[in-house]
């Protein structure tokens, strides 16, 4: 006897079919245009990684800013950690292509959430992690709300990310601390996107290097 569903249940089965392959394309789009972090030489010992210009994407992991690495004889200095664990896992793999030296600290240049948020991955490496007293209260305030956004956003991808404080607050708005024969000028100006801004200068480089 001729089953007269049959049309109805190919054509039922065939939607699902392509709604399958459709999430499967996607899934592996989305991993085609994972994150990759390489740094490009700006001047002898300083490195930088330009990150994307457009919103926080999982394609880019909510890494839409520029890093900074500065390479001295007792190790290696980062300049902002990352917006979650996994960028700065990545960061650090990025760092380790470049330096066998450890990070030995790493800079938070304001509190916005892809400057601090790899702090976390960072501190269990032992890093030093720095930034001026003005962006205390900000990432204490406003810390919880960009982790929140960031897991809506990447999902699975911001998995074991916390806000993580520095361990060296910075107090004057001009300060300067040496490692390994390398001079770094801390300047705050009274912050820009966040109360806690501030730049970086290398007077012994040929190059400014600011984010």
Do not use: C
Request: charged letters at 20%.
């Amino acid at each position: 006897m001729k089953n007269i569903h049959t049309p109805r249940r190919w054509s039922e089965f065939s939607h699902s079919l392509k709604g399958t392959l459709s999430v499967l394309l996607l899934a592996v789009a989305g991993h085609s245009a994972a994150l990759e972090v390489r740094f490009e030489p700006v001047t002898e010992g300083v490195f930088a990684y330009v990150g994307d210009m457009g919103p926080r994407t999982l394609a880019n992991e909510g890494l839409n800013a520029n890093i900074g690495l500065v390479v001295t004889a007792q190790g290696a200095v980062l300049i902002d950690s990352g917006a979650t664990w996994e960028s700065a896992r990545q960061i650090h793999e990025a760092v380790r292509r470049v330096t066998t030296q450890p990070v030995r600290w790493v800079i938070n240049t304001g509190g916005q959430d892809h400057r601090w948020l790899g702090n976390g991955y960072f501190k269990a490496q032992g890093a030093e992690i720095l930034a001026h007293a003005s962006a205390e209260a900000d990432m204490r305030s406003r810390g919880n709300d960009q982790l929140e956004t960031l897991r809506a956003a990447l999902g699975p991808r911001a998995a074991g990310t916390t806000t993580t404080l520095p361990t060296r607050w910075l107090t004057q708005p001009d300060q300067r601390l040496e490692l390994g024969g390398v001079v770094f000028e801390f300047k705050h100006r009274g912050g820009a996107h966040t109360p806690g801004d501030m730049l970086v200068w290398l007077p012994q480089k040929t190059a400014v290097v600011q984010w």
